[in-house]
Structures are given as C-alpha cells and as structure tokens.
C-alpha cells in the first residue's frame, strides 16, 4: 500500500518554472516507478513524465520533453516535476502514480496508486 501526495501546484506565469513534489508512504517507495500525469478540462489524462526506480531512466511526453524534468530521491521517498517554460497549455491537475515495476509506463493504467492532484494553472 502506498499513498501519494502531491504539492507544489499553483498559478503561474506563462514562460515560469514551477516545481511539483509528490511524497509517498512507506518503506517500499524504490521498488515503483512513478509518473506524472496530467488532465485538463475535456481532455484525457495524459501522461507528462515517469522514471524509473533508481532514477536512471527517465521518460517524458512530447508535449512536455526539453521543458521538464522528473527526478526522485528514494531517501526520502519524493519524486520531483521540474517544469520550466510553461505554457497555457500546460495548466491541468497533475497527478503523480505509482507502478510496481522498474521502467515506468506512460499507460495510466499501469498504475497501482495515485495521488489526489494538484492544479497547476498558468496564466497568459
């Protein structure tokens, strides 16, 4: 079992840089990988970024690759979501998820625990 929580969201400028965190519980944090994932009004969840275990491999959407950055510290169980560059575009709840595996999928249903979101909005 594992709980998420995310914080960090909130409004920003457009061309800004934002930093999300996601903590999780337990003692198990270093056997998932984790994602994050995002959905905006009327749109699918779309996956943003994952990593996996050890932090090695990271993977991003396009939309969001080069602006980015996923990183972890297993030490204090915390991934990270460095955006830069933000864009109108990229306002949505992001939602960070875990996965029993080593290489983190972007198939949100791969996921074995979720985070309640945090909104991110950012303004023009």
């Known amino acids: 079992q594992v709980q998420l929580v995310e914080s960090g969201g909130g409004l920003v400028q457009a061309g800004g840089s934002l930093r999300l965190s996601c903590a999780a519980s337990?003692?198990?944090?270093?056997?998932?990988?984790m994602g994050w994932f995002r959905q905006a009004p009327g749109k699918d969840r779309e996956f943003v970024a994952g990593i996996s275990r050890t932090g090695s491999i990271t993977a991003y959407g396009d939309s969001v690759r080069g602006r980015f950055t996923i990183s972890r510290d297993n030490a204090k169980n915390t991934v990270y979501l460095q955006m830069s560059s933000l864009r109108p575009e990229d306002a949505a709840v992001y939602y960070c998820?875990?996965?029993?595996?080593?290489?983190?999928?972007?198939?949100?249903?791969?996921?074995?625990?979720w985070g309640q979101g945090t909104p991110v909005t950012v303004s023009s």
């Open positions: 998820a875990a996965q029993l595996g080593y290489i983190a999928s972007p198939r949100g249903d791969d996921y074995n625990y």
């Open positions: 337990g003692r198990t944090f270093s056997r998932y990988a």
